[in-house]
C-alpha cells in the first residue's frame, strides 16, 4: 500500500514540477489568470505530500513541520522568558502569577508592580527593588521626548490609516536618532553593538507611551490631548493620562496589562520578526517597527479586538444574563458558521492562561460586578465544555485576549481596533530585552534553508527507498 501511494504520488511530483518549470495554460494570459489554474493544483499537490508524507524527515526535521510554521522545533534561544504547555509563560524561569506578585509597587497606594520592573527583571534576570526600578521610571521619563519630525509626520497621517500601521511607521521613522546606526556607521566594535541597542531600545519604549497616546487622541479624538510626559508619574501613569483615562485603578489595570503582555518566548510572530530583522544589523526602531506589523494581524495581537466583537454580538442576541443554554446555543450557532470561538485555544498552552487568571483576579477586586466581567468569567466554565465535545481543539481554555477587552471597556476605552496598539507598547518591553541579548550574545544573521519542490521530492523519495531497504532485509 505504501508503496503504491509512494508511487502514485511520485507521479504527481512530476506532473506538479511541469506546472512550476514550464509555462501552463494558454498564451498570452496574465500572471493572475495563470495563477488561478495552477494555485488549485499546488495545493492539492502540497496537501497530498503533508498526509502521505508528513512524517517522513528531511534530514532529522519531519516534513509536517516543514510545511507546519516550523512548529515544535526548538530553533530559538531565548532568555527572557519560556512558555509551558500547562503552566504558562515565565519570566525569568518564574511564572508570570509570581512576577506580578513580586514585582516592587512603586506608586503609594498602587495595587500592582511596574512594567519598569518588569523590563529590569526581564533584561537582568534580577527581580529589582523599588529604587531601581524607580530608577527606570526616572530614566524614561528623561529620555521620552518625541522629537519634532515623528510627531510632523504622526499629525500627517491620514485618520483612517489603521493604528497598527501608524504605530509601525512612527517606529520606522524614529531610527533617523538611532544610536546603533551611529556608532556602526562610525566601525564600532562588535562586542560594544549591544550597549548601543539598550541606548536605543531604552529611547524607544521611553517614547512609545507618547507615540502610542498621539496615535489615539489623533484617530479618535480630533487631535486633541496632552504630549508631554509628568516627571512624577511612571509609565503607565502617563501613558493613561495621555490617553485621557487618569483613573487610579485603570492605571492600576495598565500596569498589570504591560506587565503581562511583555513577552512569550521568541517564537511568536512578533518576537521572531523583531530577531529576524535583528539579525540583519538592522536598529531597535525598524526591528520593532517590523515586530508590530506581525503583532498587527489576526490570528496574533488582533485576536482582543476580535473577542470584544464576538461579546457585543452576544449580548445583542441573548442579553446580558443568558442562561447557560443560551449561551452554549450561541457558540454552537458561531461554530456552526465556521468560526472560531476568539479568545479560546492556543498554539503551545493546553490549559487555562494564567494571564487570563490573573486578568481575572483583578477583576474580581476591582469590578466584579460588571456585566462583561460576568460574562466573561461565566463563559470561562462554558466553553471548554462545548469545545471539548468537538474532539478537535488542543487547548479549549481561554487564552490572554478572553479577559482583555472586557475589563478596557469598563474602564472606558471602548475603541476596540486601538487594543493591539495597547498590546504593541506593552510588548516593547519583551521584544527589546530580546533584541539587546541578541546582540550581546553576537546571534548571527537568521538565514534558515528553503528547499525547491524537487529537493522535496528526492528527499521523500529517498526516505521511501531507505525503508522499503529494511523492510526486505
Ligand atoms: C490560537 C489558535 C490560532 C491556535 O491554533 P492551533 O494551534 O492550530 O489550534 P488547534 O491545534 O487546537 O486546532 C485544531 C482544530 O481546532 C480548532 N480550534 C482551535 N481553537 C478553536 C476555537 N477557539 N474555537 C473553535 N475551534 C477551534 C481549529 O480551528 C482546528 O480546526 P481544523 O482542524 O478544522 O482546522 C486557535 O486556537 C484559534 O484560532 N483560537 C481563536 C483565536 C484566538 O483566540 N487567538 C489568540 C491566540 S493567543
Not at 546603533?180 to 562610525?186: L, M, R, S, W
Amino acid at each position: 500500500m505504501r508503496n503504491g501511494r509512494a508511487l502514485n504520488h511520485n507521479l504527481s511530483f512530476s506532473k506538479a514540477l511541469l506546472c512550476t518549470s514550464r509555462s501552463y495554460g494558454s498564451k498570452g494570459e496574465g500572471i493572475k489568470a495563470k495563477l488561478e489554474k495552477v494555485i488549485p493544483q499546488q495545493r492539492d499537490y502540497f496537501l497530498g505530500i503533508k498526509c502521505l508524507h508528513g512524517t517522513t524527515n528531511i534530514g532529522t526535521i519531519p516534513v509536517n513541520s516543514v510545511m507546519g510554521g516550523m512548529r515544535g522545533l526548538p530553533l530559538l534561544i531565548c532568555l527572557t522568558s519560556s512558555l509551558h504547555p500547562t503552566k504558562g509563560i515565565f519570566y525569568r524561569g518564574m511564572p508570570i502569577k509570581e512576577v506580578c506578585a513580586k514585582l516592587p509597587r512603586v506608586k503609594k497606594g498602587s495595587s500592582e508592580g511596574t512594567p519598569e520592573g518588569a523590563f529590569y527583571f526581564l533584561t537582568t534576570g534580577c527581580m529589582p527593588t523599588k529604587e531601581e526600578a524607580q530608577d527606570v521610571t526616572n530614566e524614561w521619563n528623561k529620555r521620552g521626548k518625541v522629537p519634532p519630525f515623528c510627531l510632523k509626520m504622526l499629525d500627517a497621517l491620514d485618520k483612517k490609516i489603521h493604528p497598527m500601521a501608524q504605530l509601525s511607521a512612527a517606529s520606522a521613522c524614529l531610527n533617523m536618532n538611532s544610536k546603533f546606526v551611529e556608532a556602526y556607521t562610525k566601525g564600532a566594535k562588535r562586542a560594544d553593538y549591544w550597549k548601543y541597542i539598550y541606548e536605543d531600545s531604552m529611547n524607544l519604549i521611553a517614547m512609545l507611551p507618547t507615540v502610542a497616546a498621539i496615535i489615539y487622541t489623533n484617530v479618535f479624538k480630533g487631535g486633541k490631548g496632552c504630549r508631554e510626559l509628568n516627571k512624577d508619574q511612571d509609565w503607565s501613569g502617563n501613558y493613561s493620562t495621555m490617553l485621557g483615562l487618569p483613573d487610579d485603578d485603570f492605571i492600576d489595570l495598565m500596569r498589570l496589562y504591560m506587565v503581562i503582555h511583555a513577552d512569550h518566548e521568541s517564537g511568536n510572530v512578533s518576537a521572531h520578526a523583531s530577531h529576524l530583522v535583528g539579525s540583519a544589523l538592522a536598529d531597535p526602531f525598524l526591528c520593532f517597527s517590523a515586530s508590530m506589523c506581525g503583532l498587527a494581524g489576526p490570528l496574533h495581537g488582533l485576536a482582543n479586538q476580535e473577542v470584544l466583537v464576538w461579546l457585543t454580538k452576544l449580548r445583542k442576541a441573548i442579553g446580558d444574563d443568558p442562561s447557560d443554554d443560551e449561551i452554549k446555543k450561541f457558540i454552537d450557532d458561531t461554530l456552526k458558521g465556521g468560526q472560531v470561538v476568539p479568545g479560546y485555544g492556543h498554539a503551545v498552552l493546553r490549559d487555562t492562561d494564567p494571564r487570563f487568571t490573573v486578568q481575572n483576579e483583578f477583576a474580581m477586586k476591582h469590578c466584579k460586578d460588571d456585566p462583561g466581567v460576568k460574562l466573561v468569567t461565566r463563559l470561562w466554565k462554558i466553553v471548554p465544555e462545548v469545545l471539548k465535545k468537538l474532539g478537535k481543539v488542543a487547548n479549549p481554555f481561554p487564552n490572554v485576549d478572553a479577559h482583555s477587552g472586557v475589563l478596557l471597556q469598563h474602564y472606558c476605552l471602548m475603541e476596540m481596533n486601538y487594543y493591539t496598539v495597547l498590546f504593541g507598547v506593552s510588548r516593547a518591553l519583551g521584544v527589546l530585552a530580546q533584541l539587546i541579548w541578541s546582540r550581546a550574545l553576537g546571534y548571527p544573521i537568521e538565514r534558515p534553508k528553503s528547499i525547491s519542490a524537487s529537493d522535496l521530492c528526492a528527499f521523500i523519495r529517498k526516505a521511501d527507498e531507505g525503508k522499503d531497504k529494511k523492510k526486505k532485509c
